[in-house]
């Protein structure tokens, strides 16, 4: 049971917009943390894909938006490509000092 | 270039207490906090602890408190996890992770490749 709640998996034809939800509470999201995410394609390593709730580190594709409020945030993949098909993962850190992941969305472009 | 290079990991008894390391290079290692995060097969990401640019503070997820212990030799560049009275449940990739900014909290811009732990007898 992860802290941070996002749907198991999303889908989306190619050049479609799919957004993936990341739901917190209070004491991590909703306590005024940052919000980031993370693509990881199988085998490998996670990438970071958004920072501090809405930045894109240098190299990712601005079709690639995210945005917080309240207890959530969500990530928006626009004009979807194959590339694109990964899993995402929301983190944060809650009052207690801890990292928290949300528990992954499997993305699959059809 | 920034790179994190995990290596300890092996198949391990129970209750054995194996140490991983993470050699950093390509930043200035003494400036940033680090963690360790890992990876049960097939599973999701799990948060596992963290440590200051100084070794001065340290948290654990309540999964592993009190029998994983991080720490940091600033001198060699190098990060540690070491796991004691391991259980079947610590079987997973750990990856260490270097945060984005000179803090200890953030985002984690560089990950390890990951050095899988499978606990078994």
């Known amino acids: 049971q992860s802290v941070l709640t996002q749907p198991p998996s999303v889908s989306g034809a190619p050049g479609q917009r799919v957004t993936i939800s990341c739901t917190g509470g209070s004491s991590n999201i909703g306590a005024g943390y940052d919000v980031h995410w993370y693509q990881q394609l199988p085998g490998t390593a996670p990438k970071l894909l958004i920072y501090?709730?809405?930045l894109r580190p240098s190299g990712v594709p601005d079709r690639f938006s995210a945005s917080k409020s309240g207890t959530s945030a969500s990530l928006a993949i626009s004009g979807l490509q194959a590339e694109d098909e990964a899993d995402y993962y929301c983190q944060s850190y809650d009052s207690s000092l801890r990292g928290v992941f949300g528990g992954g969305t499997k993305l699959t472009v059809l | 270039q920034v790179k994190l290079v995990e290596s300890g990991g092996g198949v391990v008894q129970p209750g054995r207490s194996p140490r991983l390391s993470c050699v950093a290079s390509g930043f200035s290692f003494t400036s940033y906090g680090m963690h360790w995060v890992r990876q049960a097969p097939g599973k999701g990401l799990e948060w596992v602890a963290v440590i200051s640019h100084d070794g001065s503070e340290k948290y654990y997820a309540d999964s592993v408190m009190g029998r994983f212990t991080i720490a940091r030799d600033n001198s060699k560049n190098t990060l540690y996890l070491q796991m004691n009275s391991l259980r079947a449940e610590d079987t997973a990739v750990y990856f260490c992770?270097?945060?984005?900014?000179?803090?200890?909290?953030?985002?984690?811009?560089?990950w390890g490749q990951g050095t899988l732990v499978t606990v078994s007898s």
């Open positions: 501090a709730n809405t």
């Open positions: 992770a270097k945060v984005i900014v000179g803090s200890t909290w953030g985002s984690f811009d560089y």
